[in-house]
């Protein structure tokens, strides 16, 4: 009977060890494992699959590069040149056959304001084409975070499955030793309240993975019903990490472009106010032809008696001056100066904005990766830990409440392994995101 309980023994040491090692290997999940519908290695979405998707296909970006479209029909309608203007009159005597027509038009010239009107537009498309590219950025550092909220959950589900079926396996077997007298019934029921607690945390898990894809088909532009499997894990993904990579602060970021072109835009439209402020031309002229008559008759040259009237013609040409005695623009380009000295301004907060983003991401890139490497030899220690609490409890020289104890430490560790991970590898998207960078 003792050999039996030997070979029971080590039989139940080497099954523990699987188990636990499988809680640490995502990868290698069994018994009840809910993780497995939302992981696919081979048709799921992988993280670059889905940065590729949203840039396509996320409405709000959509919307935005609208924006440049429009951006680019407003420079077209600035350098058109004023159209001509027509006129047509006709008059009539009301008592009598008199009458003119007159037919004018005229042309402005448009000297001085079509450049810095184009040039005003320039400006405005360049601002609109970093504004959209900082947007696509900023989903692209959205759509990560999210893919690592669920691939975060998505390892805790997977952790919380391998415990749950490991605590459902030594339910069975610990029932099995109390029918046959081999173990209290007290242990037992520990075993059957620990299996209770980790199927009811093993439901949380999975709800929030759930939760978690919904974020992220949001942020990927699909519908929430959409099926979507993860192929990337969160293990894959911090360890795809190149840790020797130099973060070289390089400010080359689009919000920072834009607040260059917001600059220049409102130096534009400074020498925009100040053409307007100047002296311009037009052109004019005109053809009329009056027919005018009196009711009485008077002899022509060959000395017959004809009607008095007759048919004249008009030429006129000339130019209109629009001469800046008193309005020359003054608060138009005073506002414009005071523009460009708050857009020079902003420049300067975003420029350092985007520095301390980048040293704060780079500071916690760093101790986020130290953190990993102690908590990975922490988790390594515990499991090991846990399995010769189980071997020495089936061996007759430990309690049920040892290995219960050693089991929630594990799970503590597997915990704040996971936060590690998620932590590092969010540490790493928003380096990316702070540098600018995009896929």
Do not use: C
């Not at 519908?37 to 396509?56: H, K, P, T, W």
């Not at 935005?64 to 420079?75: H, K, L, S």
């Not at 691939?151 to 605590?167: G, I």
Request: aromatic share 4%; net charge neutral; hydrophobic share 45%.
């Amino acid at each position: 009977m003792r050999q039996v309980r030997t070979i029971t023994a080590l039989g139940l040491g080497v099954l523990a060890l699987a188990v636990v090692a499988g809680a640490q290997q995502i990868p290698a999940i069994e018994g009840k494992a809910a993780a497995e519908q939302y992981l696919d290695r081979e048709n799921g979405v992988s993280l670059s699959d889905a940065i590729a998707g949203a840039l396509e296909r996320e409405p709000t970006l959509r919307a935005a590069r609208t924006e440049i479209e429009v951006a680019r029909g407003m420079r077209l309608q600035a350098g058109l040149r004023p159209n001509p203007m027509m006129t047509f009159e006709r008059r009539e005597q009301s008592d009598g056959e008199d009458n003119q027509t007159l037919v004018g038009v005229e042309w402005p010239l448009d000297l001085f304001r079509r450049g810095p009107r184009v040039a005003v537009s320039d400006r405005e498309a360049e601002a609109v084409e970093h504004s959209v590219a900082d947007r696509a950025r900023m989903l692209v550092a959205d759509v990560r975070l999210k893919y690592g909220e669920a691939a975060t959950a998505l390892r805790a589900l997977a952790v919380a499955d391998n415990l749950a079926a490991s605590a459902e396996r030594d339910l069975v077997l610990k029932r099995a030793r109390v029918e046959e007298g081999a173990s209290p019934p007290l242990e037992r029921d520990l075993l059957d309240v620990e299996l209770r607690r980790l199927e009811s945390e093993r439901l949380l898990a999975q709800g929030a993975v759930e939760a978690a894809l919904v974020e992220l088909k949001r942020a990927l532009g699909m519908r929430s019903e959409t099926a979507l499997r993860l192929r990337d894990t969160i293990d894959t993904l911090v360890s795809r990490v190149d840790p020797s990579a130099s973060p070289t602060v390089i400010i080359e970021r689009p919000d920072v472009r834009e607040a260059e072109a917001r600059v220049r835009l409102a130096g534009a439209r400074e020498d925009r106010a100040r053409s307007e402020g100047r002296f311009d031309m037009g052109l004019f002229g005109s053809y009329m032809r009056m027919a005018a008559g009196f009711p009485q008759q008077g002899f022509n040259r060959q000395g017959t008696l004809e009607p008095v009237q007759g048919v004249f013609h008009y030429l006129a040409g000339g130019a209109t001056i629009n001469l800046p005695l008193r309005d020359r623009n003054q608060g138009e380009i005073a506002a414009a100066r005071a523009d460009r000295a708050g857009a020079q301004a902003r420049l300067e907060a975003v420029q350092l904005a985007a520095e301390a983003e980048v040293a704060s991401a780079v500071a916690q890139d760093a101790r986020a990766r130290q953190a990993l490497v102690i908590i990975e030899g922490a988790v390594r220690l515990s499991r090991q830990n846990l399995d010769v609490v189980r071997q020495t409890h089936e061996l007759g020289r430990g309690t049920i409440s040892e290995v219960l104890a050693e089991q929630r430490r594990y799970l503590e560790l597997e915990t704040i392994y996971t936060t590690t991970l998620r932590t590092t590898y969010e540490a790493r998207a928003l380096l990316l995101r702070a540098r600018g960078e995009l896929p």
